[in-house]
């Protein structure tokens, strides 16, 4: 039989550097806002950066490093079960499970691991909120959303949006507003800034790349269209909220 002697001591005895467990409650919320597609719960998560060696996760290894990568396959493996169970698609969950942990391979330091995880969870939130919508609307106001969730870098209009579905651009933006209560335009610009954020929180991009790479027709369009959904230019919020060296998305 194994010896669990070593355990029973550590277990009696008293250390510095012991690491208390989160509350499963906590864990609990956390999965549950990214299956409802909870995007503004789940990037609070990410900005008090709860997924760390020191906030609760607990410890699998010595090794830092190997400590965290353990906590991203385990978190990646109940984040793919729960969005299964709540209709996301298995193939494609575990697909989407299979890519980040691939991606993993490549990380040295937990700083990147922390950062990969943090782009893990907002992808499948935001396909999960996609999917709650989906229950909800009509099928052409889906697959408009649909289409500007998957092309949100290029220079989307009503016009082309409709054609690509096969609607006319004066029924898309009827029955749009109508079930979301936002038009296609207004909500292609909020989209645009969501991801901005993003960047401006977790890369170095600089602002005028971060304006090309969402197709705004220039940086002064960029910022102001930025400004009026947040009431901060893109400077200002970087400079507030800016986490540029967990730089979340890969520089291609």
């Known amino acids: 039989m194994q010896d669990f002697s070593n355990w029973y001591l550590s277990e009696a005895g008293s250390s510095?550097?012991?690491?208390?467990?989160?509350?499963?409650?906590?864990?609990?919320?956390?999965?549950?806002?990214?299956?409802?597609?909870?995007?503004?719960?789940?990037?609070?998560n990410c900005e008090n950066q709860r997924?760390?060696?020191?906030?609760?996760?607990?410890?699998?290894?010595?090794?830092?490093?190997?400590?965290?990568?353990?906590?991203?396959?385990?978190?990646?493996?109940?984040?793919?079960?729960?969005?299964?169970?709540?209709?996301?698609e298995s193939e494609k969950a575990f697909r989407l499970s299979d890519f980040y942990i691939t991606k993993l391979d490549d990380l040295s330091n937990s700083e990147d691991v922390i950062s990969l995880h943090d782009q893990m969870v907002m992808d499948f939130t935001g396909r999960m909120r996609l999917l709650k919508y989906s229950s909800f609307n009509s099928k052409p106001v889906n697959e408009c959303l649909n289409y500007i969730y998957s092309h949100i870098r290029e220079r989307l209009t009503v016009d082309v949006i409709a054609e690509k579905i096969g609607v006319s651009a004066s029924y898309l933006s009827r029955v749009f507003k109508k079930e979301t209560g936002s038009s296609v335009s207004d909500y292609i610009r909020e989209q645009k800034i969501d991801a901005a954020i993003n960047l401006l929180k977790f890369s170095d991009y600089q602002i005028v790349d971060i304006s090309e790479r969402f197709s705004f027709s220039s940086q002064s369009h960029f910022t102001q269209a930025f400004k009026?959904?947040?009431g901060l230019t893109p400077y200002e919020y970087r400079k507030l909220h800016?986490?540029?060296?967990?730089?979340?998305?890969?520089?291609?």
């Open 242 to 252: 800016g986490r540029s060296e967990w730089n979340v998305y890969d520089k291609k």
């Open 16 to 44: 510095d550097e012991e690491i208390l467990h989160r509350e499963p409650t906590e864990e609990l919320e956390f999965y549950n806002n990214v299956v409802s597609g909870n995007i503004d719960a789940v990037r609070k």
């Open 228 to 230: 009026n959904v947040t």
């Open 51 to 88: 997924f760390s060696s020191d906030s609760g996760v607990g410890r699998l290894s010595k090794n830092p490093v190997t400590n965290i990568k353990y906590h991203f396959v385990v978190t990646a493996a109940l984040i793919t079960r729960y969005c299964i169970q709540y209709g996301m």
